[in-house]
């Protein structure tokens, strides 16, 4: 079991190292699109911020407008009373005050809501002025980012060029295996080339072994032809002493000295 565990948990490394790899392929392949994606997303992002921005604004505008119509109105009920006390009617005037104190509470009661709604819109602007901000620095280093991925994958592919390594489809792997091939080939021609030659050779020697025979047979004539001619005349090693007898015939005379 253990042995089949490990199996297994091999075969599950290999797998995710090859999902992996595909992966960082169609990422490398579509790096570009990938970038320009990731901004438009950005975008999309802000367009939201800036749609819930507005409703936030426009219920702050809404409540705003109330509120200073109820804040008018206080006015408008505090300067009649004033108006009706100049009169010298203080029961028009006490009237008068009545509906500003009304007013008045209005007044009250949506100033906490409209606090809130202010201060939500403004935070709001200033979200949205980042974001904008960020989405400009974005498309900047977008820009940035595909010009050094597309220079390091050329410096890549150039190193991978020089070294002679690479992808099964690389031209210079590819002629190495054409140069293998043709070296195998000459190999093997030369091998059969050497196996037709064997019997060949064997000739050569005879051949040789011949001529080595005819050499020898050759100086045995030699030999016979020098002995079959006439010896030399006798030559003695020491001529006679001027005291010994020399005997000369001439015209039938013996001397004797």
């Given at each position: 079991?253990?042995?089949?565990?490990?199996?297994?948990?091999?075969?599950?490394?290999?797998?995710?190292?090859?999902?992996?790899?595909g992966v960082d392929a169609m990422e490398d392949a579509t790096f570009e699109a990938t970038v320009k994606q990731t901004v438009a997303d950005m975008k999309t992002e802000l367009n939201k911020v800036v749609q819930a921005s507005a409703v936030a604004m426009s219920n702050y505008n809404r409540l705003d407008a109330e509120y200073q119509k109820y804040v008018r109105q206080a006015q408008e009920w505090?300067?009649?009373?004033?108006?009706?006390?100049?009169?010298?009617?203080?029961?028009?005037?006490?009237?008068?005050?009545?509906?500003?104190?009304?007013?008045?509470?209005?007044?009250?009661?949506?100033?906490?809501?409209?606090?809130?709604?202010?201060?939500?819109?403004?935070?709001?602007?200033?979200?949205?002025?980042?974001?904008?901000?960020?989405?400009?620095?974005?498309?900047?280093?977008?820009?940035?980012?595909?010009?050094?991925?597309?220079?390091?994958?050329?410096?890549?592919?150039?190193?991978?060029?020089?070294?002679?390594?690479?992808?099964?489809?690389?031209?210079?792997?590819?002629?190495?295996?054409?140069?293998?091939?043709?070296?195998?080939?000459?190999?093997?021609?030369?091998?059969?080339?050497?196996?037709?030659?064997?019997?060949?050779?064997?000739?050569?020697?005879?051949?040789?072994?011949?001529?080595?025979?005819?050499?020898?047979?050759?100086?045995?004539?030699?030999?016979?032809?020098?002995?079959?001619?006439?010896?030399?005349?006798?030559?003695?090693?020491?001529?006679?002493?001027?005291?010994?007898?020399?005997?000369?015939?001439?015209?039938?005379?013996?001397?004797?000295?």
């Amino acid at each position: 079991m253990a042995f089949l565990s490990e199996i297994f948990g091999r075969m599950g490394r290999v797998a995710r190292g090859q999902a992996n790899a595909g992966v960082d392929a169609m990422e490398d392949a579509t790096f570009e699109a990938t970038v320009k994606q990731t901004v438009a997303d950005m975008k999309t992002e802000l367009n939201k911020v800036v749609q819930a921005s507005a409703v936030a604004m426009s219920n702050y505008n809404r409540l705003d407008a109330e509120y200073q119509k109820y804040v008018r109105q206080a006015q408008e009920w505090k300067d009649r009373a004033g108006t009706a006390l100049d009169a010298g009617n203080e029961d028009l005037a006490r009237k008068a005050l009545a509906k500003k104190a009304e007013s008045d509470k209005q007044v009250a009661s949506m100033q906490v809501s409209v606090t809130q709604a202010q201060q939500t819109s403004e935070k709001l602007k200033q979200q949205v002025l980042e974001l904008k901000r960020k989405i400009e620095e974005g498309e900047r280093t977008a820009g940035t980012l595909v010009a050094r991925k597309n220079a390091a994958m050329a410096q890549r592919k150039v190193a991978e060029a020089m070294s002679g390594v690479g992808s099964a489809d690389n031209a210079f792997a590819a002629l190495n295996r054409f140069e293998e091939s043709v070296s195998k080939e000459e190999a093997t021609a030369k091998a059969f080339d050497q196996l037709a030659s064997v019997g060949k050779d064997d000739d050569l020697e005879a051949q040789f072994a011949q001529l080595g025979t005819k050499g020898v047979d050759a100086e045995l004539e030699a030999l016979k032809a020098e002995r079959r001619k006439p010896s030399a005349p006798y030559m003695p090693k020491e001529l006679p002493s001027p005291s010994s007898s020399i005997t000369i015939e001439k015209s039938g005379e013996k001397a004797v000295g």
